[in-house]
């Protein structure tokens, strides 16, 4: 039997999963979980990318310890953020992310060079000020770097000693043509950044390498470092339960909502929509909207509902009538000093009733995403002049039952909820195609349809 190893690194929390096929059906084992986040040292926030490599090795020994050699493994993250290596491939500083305030005014820097319209006709990437585009432009370390890796990447570097970049993680740099699929060199000489640094890209199912020796000692055996889409989104994607158009919302710390193109869609009429064209399996691109998502959730809880679970607020909330609406994708609710607050504070500006309770608070932030739901779809029907039936919401948040019901009604759509862990379900399969074990994509969809719990809301 064929064993998968995928590490899932999420922005709060990572795992290790182990997959396999049993019957035609894919039977998911998690074996290690840790926790994630972003630090505070010096005024900015970084990741502490020595600690999730421990995490990595740690989770990958388990396998040791249940006597199971996967024939592969392989890593996803979040996007945009990067590590500079020098001439010998150490790391030359700290791992900034991306909530960090650094990148402030630095869409202004960048526009001197490119306008914003033209930089979106070049990429179909939406403006976000941690973009690693604008990151670079405030870094003071890049005349001594030598090569540049997106997280999964780099640790695949560590990993196997091979460095590369896949290209559903690469897309989000805003640095890739939508046509070449590659590296705009052109751009990047544009802006200043040294083109040496930018390896080369490759796509999800490529056969990184195997472990080095030195982490073969250490976990216990060797296996193949296979790039699966390490972008967790593009993971995610893959892992939607069906072969047909529809909408996604893959839903997590973020509420990513869009559908898949088999062209880019970089008109102006996009750009002033702020969609973006992310890369996707199979280039496929993930024509999508970026929404706070459940971070505003996780941070109201985390800030005066810890003692309660998700499903006690969510029926504090059901119990309140309040009407108010803030709007979920605006930067006030990236990196709030106290989200509660901004909540409040918003639906003072705006002349809405202003929340007080937990319920409330909740039901504010629940009726606000699914009200950004009902909008996004209308924006995206009419920009690909589609009419879509349903909306799969996969990851965390499909487990949230309450916002899959408001989310139905408000968009008048049937909801289909599941799979939960779809970023690491998405990572096995895009392994298993690699292995040859699942056809396609088309097969492993199906598959995933199989195997998981699928929940139906209907709209109305």
Known sequence: MNYYLAIDIGASSGRH????LENNKMILEEIYRFSNGMKKKDRHLIWDVD????????????????????????????????????????????????????TKGMDKEIYKTICEEDLYLRTGIQKQIFNTIYQLKIEDKLDEANCMLMIPDYFNYLLSGQKITEYTNASTTQLISPITKDWDYELIELLG???????????????????RQEIQKIVGFDTRVVLPATHDTASAVLAIPSNEDSLYISSGTWSLMGCEL????????????????????????????????MWMIDSMKNEIANEYSFNDICEMAKKETITSIVDAQDYRFL????????VKNACFE????????????????????????????????????????????VGGGSQA?????????ACKKIVYAGPV????????????????????????????????????????
């Open 51 to 102: 600690a999730l490599f421990e995490h990595i090795l740690l989770g990958m020994k388990k396998c040791k310890e249940r006597n199971i050699v996967p024939v592969s493994m392989g890593i996803d993250t979040w996007a945009v953020d990067y590590v500079l290596l020098d001439d010998v491939g150490n790391r030359i500083q700290d791992v900034y992310g991306y909530r960090d305030s650094r």
């Open 262 to 293: 088999k062209e880019a869609n970089c008109s102006l009429e996009s750009k002033e929509r702020n969609f973006t064209n992310e890369g996707g399996i199979d280039y496929r691109f993930r024509y999508l909207k970026n929404i706070m998502g």
């Open 193 to 211: 950044y040294p083109k040496h640094i930018f390896t080369k890209i490759k796509n999800p199912g490529y056969v990184v390498g195997n472990l």
């Open 17 to 20: 999963i182990l997959g396999h």
């Open 421 to 460: 862990e779809a970023t690491s379900i998405g990572n096995i399969a895009a392994q298993m195609i690699s292995n040859h074990e699942l056809i396609d994509l088309y097969e492993a969809r199906k598959c995933i349809f199989d195997s998981f719990k699928i929940v139906k809301v209907e709209g109305e």
């Open 401 to 409: 039952m309450y916002l899959n019901n408001l989310t139905a009604k």
């Open 335 to 342: 990196a709030p000093v106290s989200m509660v607050e901004e």
């Open 350 to 393: 705006s002349g809405q009733e202003v929340p007080q309770t937990i319920g409330q608070i909740t039901k504010v932030i629940y009726q606000s995403l699914a009200e950004c739901y009902k909008n996004v779809t209308k924006e995206i029907e009419r920009l690909t002049g589609k009419r879509y039936s349903c909306i799969h919401v």
